[in-house]
């Protein structure tokens, strides 16, 4: 087989194609990866998004807070082992991106707002980012023990 078919001293999977090529389908499967990750991710945002009373945005909190503790867990354990690239990309950047997206929130706290309820828009901002850090620091935590 010609040297040029191998692609940092491994036998290149895709042998009839160069280098260059290879590294452009690693990108598009990487881009793949993410989407299905965002899917699986909505999904579940969906499937909690039920828990909703109108004075106060139930769903969207426990969402991005357990959204954040994934994250903490994510970046403890896959980011930082011996896990596929794949992996890291599929929960780290496909399914939090997916699960937690910072425009529900803005979007919840905004309608808090709209229906007179200020007091609660700011308690619940409040909450969703001080305990949203905490379940960060408590993801991360897990790795250390």
Do not use: H
Request: positive net charge; aromatic residues 12%; contains cysteine.
């Amino acid at each position: 087989m010609p040297e040029k078919f191998f692609f940092n001293t491994k036998i290149c999977i895709f042998a009839m194609f160069e280098p260059k090529t290879v590294r452009k389908m690693n990108f598009v499967k990487s881009i793949a990866i993410v989407i299905v990750g965002c899917i699986v991710g909505v999904a579940v945002r969906l499937a909690l998004s039920g828990i909703y009373a109108e004075s106060f945005p139930w769903g969207t909190l426990s969402t991005n807070i357990i959204g954040a503790f994934v994250v903490g867990i994510a970046i403890g354990y896959v980011a930082k082992s011996a896990f596929s690239s794949d992996v890291k990309i599929l929960s780290t950047t496909g399914f939090c991106i997916g699960f937690c997206i910072f425009s529900a929130f803005s979007r919840n706290a905004i309608e808090t707002v709209d229906i007179g309820n200020i007091i609660i828009a700011a308690i619940y901002i409040t909450i969703s980012v001080c305990i949203g850090i905490i379940a960060v620091c408590l993801g991360l935590q897990l790795k250390r023990r």
